[in-house]
């Protein structure tokens, strides 16, 4: 019996999340998939988490509750608006209201702690410092300095076991790029969904500053988006 | 009006955080504690904390589940047995199953998503390197690397505003002087409990390796618990 390493990855079931998990199984490993109830207003997230966990056959699949709501300050978990039609341009300008307070800080800390039960030395998170809506915990300098905490943080780091390894594999892509990657991946973008305020069946919005940047992207690749074709939104 | 400063403490209700408590009070710091249900054995370790944080005077105390059960790997968090009537000596070999994967990692993520929000900009743990049960994250090495990450990692840092500091103010000490510490600052120590298995009326085990710990302490300082006094348990 081969021997498959495994890795844990960060999963939203938006585009840039569900593009990082089809490279990992790529990479060749058996994937462990990890997505909080936070306190987002929209139960969509998870259903779609769920749904792409299964279609794209991880190993296990956990939702974890964190209520985030306690410390609140954010709009994806307080009664903060989420801003809407904003141009790209304004979009570069400070960080938004929908940036939650060290969430990356506390996803990947879950998800340090499930790999150091499972033994799994790669962790995989789809961050992007490039469409990135200018959250710091979306910047290389973030993920080298998180890396190298967690090394230090867990029996293997004392136990002078393997070194682990924060995968950012879209960090340095353009959203067209990342697409383009995941279709060459024979990913399913229908199946996604990265909106920050989704109608109730769970069609995107197409003005929040998620939309938008994935809006842009599908059509710098040249290509409609298949969430649109699905809820007739062309 | 004067501004007081504000600091987030990470409080079990144990003997090292609430004598944390007590210095971050003393170091003139307005404190918000922060303790976490996740899926330990034993209610009277968040009864405790409750307890201190409310005799203390803390600004707010929050108490968040996070279940680490899901994950499991401690003995703290699952059916594995917790080790009892350990020589100090044998306590020094390796990292027990008491330890909880990440824990640290985790509590300290929550506690800078909090502090965050409260524009707060110091932190306060009360991890200890020495008598410290040889959990890795516990040492100075893993406190630097994580004070690092969380400087890259929020909103003050990317808008270049003040830095975070995690305070670890019994790091270097032993048992006996953390006691001695508490002692000058007033600290009851018969509301604070150490012990991994206390019996159903609250009372430690006085076999664990914590209660062992704790009760190597109070010898040292030539004092009785007066938790023991409590319990009539002398």
């Given at each position: 019996m081969s021997y498959i390493p495994k890795a844990v990855i960060l999963l939203s079931g938006g585009l840039d999340s569900t593009t990082t998990l089809g490279i990992a199984k790529a990479d060749g490993f058996e994937v462990y998939a990890l997505s909080f109830?936070?306190?987002?207003?929209?139960q969509v997230e998870l259903d779609n988490a769920t749904n792409v966990a299964k279609l794209m056959g991880v190993a296990k699949h956990i939702v974890l509750d964190i209520d985030l709501r306690l410390f609140g300050g954010s709009a994806l978990t307080s009664d903060i608006e989420v801003p809407k039609n904003r141009s790209i341009s304004d979009m570069d300008i400070g960080i938004p209201v929908t940036y939650v307070p060290a969430r990356n800080t506390i996803f990947l800390s879950f998800a340090l702690a499930w790999a150091e039960v499972l033994q799994a030395y790669n962790i995989y998170i789809g961050v992007n410092?490039?469409?990135?809506?200018?959250?710091?915990?979306?910047?290389p300098e973030f993920i080298n300095a998180y890396e190298n905490m967690a090394n230090l943080a867990t029996k293997s780091a004392v136990e002078g076991l393997k070194r682990i390894k924060i995968h950012?594999?879209?960090?340095?892509?353009?959203k067209s790029q990342i697409i383009k990657k995941g279709l060459a991946l024979d990913?399913?973008?229908?199946?996604?969904s990265s909106c920050y305020d989704p109608k109730?069946?769970?069609?995107?919005?197409?003005?929040?500053d998620s939309c938008q940047l994935r809006e842009k992207g599908f059509a710098e690749a040249g290509l409609v988006d298949p969430l649109n074709i699905k809820f007739n939104n062309v």
């Amino acid at each position: 019996m081969s021997y498959i390493p495994k890795a844990v990855i960060l999963l939203s079931g938006g585009l840039d999340s569900t593009t990082t998990l089809g490279i990992a199984k790529a990479d060749g490993f058996e994937v462990y998939a990890l997505s909080f109830r936070y306190g987002q207003r929209h139960q969509v997230e998870l259903d779609n988490a769920t749904n792409v966990a299964k279609l794209m056959g991880v190993a296990k699949h956990i939702v974890l509750d964190i209520d985030l709501r306690l410390f609140g300050g954010s709009a994806l978990t307080s009664d903060i608006e989420v801003p809407k039609n904003r141009s790209i341009s304004d979009m570069d300008i400070g960080i938004p209201v929908t940036y939650v307070p060290a969430r990356n800080t506390i996803f990947l800390s879950f998800a340090l702690a499930w790999a150091e039960v499972l033994q799994a030395y790669n962790i995989y998170i789809g961050v992007n410092a490039l469409d990135y809506s200018g959250y710091p915990d979306c910047r290389p300098e973030f993920i080298n300095a998180y890396e190298n905490m967690a090394n230090l943080a867990t029996k293997s780091a004392v136990e002078g076991l393997k070194r682990i390894k924060i995968h950012t594999p879209l960090i340095e892509l353009t959203k067209s790029q990342i697409i383009k990657k995941g279709l060459a991946l024979d990913i399913d973008y229908s199946i996604t969904s990265s909106c920050y305020d989704p109608k109730a069946n769970g069609a995107p919005c197409r003005a929040c500053d998620s939309c938008q940047l994935r809006e842009k992207g599908f059509a710098e690749a040249g290509l409609v988006d298949p969430l649109n074709i699905k809820f007739n939104n062309v």
